[in-house]
């Protein structure tokens, strides 16, 4: 209970949100590094699984070695990164190791959705003399748009919580406040920080569980 009521009063306390190491520099910082990760991991990613989505050649191979992504931990990933060349540039090594472990959720959700598109569909769109690109950008794309937000979700939210390791590597982020938490032996700081990082990752998850309720509202509101 003293911890918590700790963690309050170090939340609760204005100094602790001011200033080069105040919570909303960290939060800054945690956001930019998150966002950068996600464009990137969707960069990287979501063309592949779309592309091999509307061939429907070759993406149970990707998906596979991708989901054996997932079996390596980022931060070993990360201490990897960290040992090899890429060492001595900046946020390169984490911004790597976090794309990395992003990609997974991003390719199957992105896969998945595309393959689950009626035949029905792809064969009208084909047969009203649209080319390939057309039926995927046309048709396919906005039937698996939903799907492909899903991953988007799950990769957001998972970055969120992952990019503390950032931390660790000398970067920036609420991952920050927990290590100097450990570095002053203050559990109370440690918990505010973790709590900092859970709840912004829970009002991501919130904000895109409210795109995906607006989006049916919408086109019932278009279709009216």
């Not at 105040?22 to 998150?34: A, D, K, S």
């Not at 090899?84 to 090594?93: C, D, M, N």
Request: aromatic share 6%; glycine share 12%.
């Amino acid at each position: 209970m003293n911890t918590v009521a700790g963690a309050w009063s170090w939340l609760t306390t204005g100094a602790h949100w001011s200033g080069e190491n105040g919570v909303w520099n960290r939060l800054g910082e945690h956001l930019f590094l998150t966002g950068v990760c996600l464009v990137l991991s969707c960069l990287v990613a979501l063309p592949v699984a779309l592309v091999l989505g509307h061939l429907g050649r070759g993406g149970a191979l990707a998906v596979n070695l991708a989901n054996a992504g997932r079996a390596v931990p980022t931060f070993a990933v990360l201490v990897l990164l960290l040992l090899s060349p890429l060492g001595p540039y900046g946020p390169w090594p984490t911004i790597i190791a976090l794309v990395l472990f992003a990609v997974p959720p991003l390719l199957t959700n992105a896969y998945v959705g595309m393959r689950g598109v009626d035949p029905d569909v792809v064969r009208a769109a084909r047969s009203m003399g649209m080319t390939g690109r057309q039926t995927l950008a046309r048709a396919e794309l906005p039937l698996a748009l939903p799907m492909i937000l899903t991953g988007v979700r799950i990769a957001a939210v998972q970055l969120i919580a992952t990019a503390t390791v950032a931390a660790l590597a000398g970067g920036g982020g609420l991952g920050r406040i927990i290590t100097a938490g450990f570095n002053l032996a203050s559990t109370p700081q440690v918990v505010a920080g973790a709590f900092l990082v859970a709840a912004l990752a829970l009002l991501v998850e919130a904000l895109f569980e409210g795109v995906r309720r607006a989006r049916p509202a919408r086109a019932r509101g278009s279709g009216a």
